[in-house]
């Protein structure tokens, strides 16, 4: 069963058509999260709850081949969520180690500290556009439906993400 047969037997309710959705995509909703919230904990409940929400609204969908863009659209804006308490747990809190164990670099494992600090030059929206194409490995026509620009305006990013990246490494 292909994909979009599989979203069309999930808009009309079957939940095992949703479960193998899941099994398609969990994988790459996980690394988008993990390398956007430089933790596991996060990563997994974003994941959980962009699953849920998909879930819940997933009768919504119109277009059962825009699934893809469509369940990251919604994974973008869980993990933004996510960013914002992470920043407003740190603006109010006053354990000075919070910070500390919060700061990507020392979280992000499997990715050495230059290509952390690589990524922590970049805006969020530069940093987001690098992700969904290098870990979650969507075309630049995917990432600008899920975050509402042209293909050649993501293009465009990309390519100088990617430089200023790349300047910052050398």
Do not use: P
């Not at 292909?2 to 095992?16: F, H, I, Q, R």
């Not at 009768?59 to 369940?71: G, P, V």
């Not at 603006?91 to 494992?109: F, P």
């Amino acid at each position: 069963m292909n994909e979009k047969e599989l979203v069309c037997l999930a808009k009309s309710g079957d939940k095992t058509a949703f479960c193998a959705l899941y099994s398609i995509y969990k994988d790459r909703l996980y690394r988008y999260a993990f390398y956007r919230l430089g933790n596991a904990e996060d990563a997994l409940d974003a994941v959980s709850d962009t699953i849920v929400s998909a879930y819940e609204r997933i009768k919504e969908l119109r277009k059962a081949e825009a699934f893809s863009a469509w369940i990251f659209k919604i994974h973008r804006i869980t993990c933004s969520n996510y960013v914002k308490y992470q920043i407003k747990q740190r603006e109010t809190s006053n354990i000075e180690d919070y910070s500390n164990s919060t700061d990507l670099s020392h979280k992000m494992k499997n990715v050495t500290s230059e290509l952390n600090e690589a990524l922590g030059i970049l805006t969020e929206e530069e940093k987001e556009i690098v992700l969904l194409s290098v870990v979650s490995g969507f075309t630049s026509k995917e990432i600008a439906k899920i975050s509402d620009l042209t293909a050649g305006g993501v293009r465009s990013k990309l390519s100088r993400s990617l430089a200023k990246m790349r300047n910052f490494l050398e």
